[in-house]
């Protein structure tokens, strides 16, 4: 049975690893002439405004979540030789690991492109790296890159 690759989701922080993975996805799509996903998971700011503080208003909170959305989507966009490519950009808010693997089953991905690192280092001694957790529970091939 030959793999063939039809969809591919790749997920994107803003990050250096996260850019090179990108550019792996869209080398990929190129190849095999698939549909990629551009997927940005912003993890809900819970504390962000310290201890003992006010929580943001609804409205604050969504419009600083959008606009770090599009942030990291325009400049990974700007980065990205796109043309030919059949591309779409995803926004999710929640847990990056579930929501990337949410975003892959909805989509029947066939591969999941990551960049090794892009978590902070506190983050990462947590919660363990994001492609790490990708790797064990993703339901479709996961290709880390460096």
């Given at each position: 049975?030959e793999?063939?690759?039809?969809?591919i989701?790749?997920?994107?922080?803003?990050?250096?690893?996260?850019n090179r993975?990108?550019?792996?996805?869209?080398?990929?799509a190129?190849?095999?002439?698939?549909?990629?996903?551009?997927?940005?998971?912003?993890r809900?700011?819970?504390?962000?405004?310290?201890?003992?503080?006010?929580?943001?208003?609804?409205?604050?909170?969504?419009?600083?979540?959008?606009?770090g959305?599009?942030?990291?989507?325009?400049?990974?966009?700007?980065?990205?030789d796109?043309?030919?490519?059949?591309?779409?950009?995803?926004?999710?808010?929640?847990d990056?690991v579930?929501?990337?693997?949410?975003v892959?089953e909805?989509?029947?991905?066939?591969v999941?492109?990551?960049?090794?690192?892009?978590?902070?280092?506190?983050e990462?001694?947590?919660?363990?790296?994001?492609?790490?957790?990708?790797?064990?529970?993703?339901?479709?091939?996961?290709?880390v890159?460096?």
């Amino acid at each position: 049975m030959e793999w063939q690759v039809s969809t591919i989701v790749t997920g994107i922080d803003g990050s250096d690893g996260s850019n090179r993975a990108a550019e792996r996805a869209v080398a990929i799509a190129r190849h095999w002439n698939a549909r990629l996903l551009l997927v940005t998971v912003v993890r809900t700011p819970e504390g962000w405004w310290g201890i003992g503080g006010a929580p943001p208003s609804p409205e604050a909170l969504s419009a600083a979540l959008v606009e770090g959305h599009q942030k990291v989507l325009a400049e990974t966009e700007g980065q990205l030789d796109l043309d030919g490519i059949d591309y779409q950009t995803v926004e999710e808010l929640g847990d990056p690991v579930s929501r990337l693997i949410a975003v892959c089953e909805i989509n029947e991905a066939d591969v999941l492109v990551v960049g090794r690192r892009g978590a902070g280092l506190a983050e990462r001694v947590i919660l363990g790296s994001v492609a790490d957790r990708l790797c064990h529970l993703a339901s479709c091939p996961v290709l880390v890159v460096p």
